[in-house]
């Protein structure tokens, strides 16, 4: 069913700046559309992203209709220590989904 | 005597050019004037309380001509040192003509390393899309840029 896909650097070197990839497969439904017979299908999409580095939250989303379905989000993080970064997706009709990936730094 | 009819020409050709770039210029600058819809102004007051926003370090990276607007690639990235001292605090995008004029809130911190966000987006008409910043000394800076779509979201039928 829903996965995601991560792309995190295996390894850093201490104080590099890295690039963090994220894509959760999801409808991302907007409660916009509707059927043929008129009925408005009903909105389901992830509303929250969350990425957490050794407990710490680093980066944290709000997301809206107007995301695309199978939200893809990338955002950019300062490599300090090994550890591992965890990813959390929450949304409606009790949506929630994690991922992680671990990183080395030198 | 041969001369003249090729010096008229190229007075012709000269004024014409002058009288073209002339009347292409103002269809360039002519643009709706922050035609902003109540809704795109109230979102962002939401977000900054009021506060002034400045144009300026923000770079809203999205193609002026969109195909399809149920994937639209976005870039926001902002100029800022990301140190502990000034950095960006969060970054928020809005729309003017979707049913929603909320796109999303990301929320950044010093240790972001480079301000800088992307994500794909849905456009449910030609509009123009505002990417605001708050950094961490409270001020708040914004970029907005116009999208052509050809075939909008959100309002096709499901089958």
Known sequence: MASALINVPAKAKRGDIIEIKTLMSHIMETGYRHTATGEVVPRDIITSFTCRFNGTEIFRADLFPAISANPFITFFTTATQSGKFEFEWIGDKGFSETASASITVE | ?159
Not at chain 2, 100 to 123: D, E, K, M, Y
Not at chain 2, 139 to 150: I, P, R
Request: with cysteine; proline share 8%.
């Open chain 2, 1 to 159: 005597m041969q001369l003249r009819p090729d010096t008229t020409r190229r007075q012709f050709l000269g004024l014409a050019g002058a009288a073209a770039m002339a009347s292409a210029v103002p269809i360039v600058t002519v643009r709706p004037a922050e035609a902003t819809p109540a809704t795109l102004a109230s979102a962002i007051r939401g977000v900054t309380g009021g506060a002034e926003v400045k144009t300026g370090k923000v770079k809203l990276d999205i193609p002026p001509l969109v195909e399809n607007g149920n994937t639209v690639p976005m870039t926001v990235s902002v100029a800022s040192p990301m140190a502990p001292e000034d950095h960006v605090a969060s970054i928020h995008v809005f729309n003017e003509k979707n049913p929603q004029p909320n796109i999303g809130n990301f929320r950044l911190g010093p240790h972001a390393g480079r301000a800088q966000v992307s994500t794909r987006i849905r456009l449910a008409d030609s509009q123009k899309i505002v990417a605001i910043a708050k950094l961490s000394d409270g001020s708040y800076w914004s970029a907005s840029v116009d999208v052509v779509v050809t075939l909008a979201a959100c309002t096709e039928d499901v089958i």
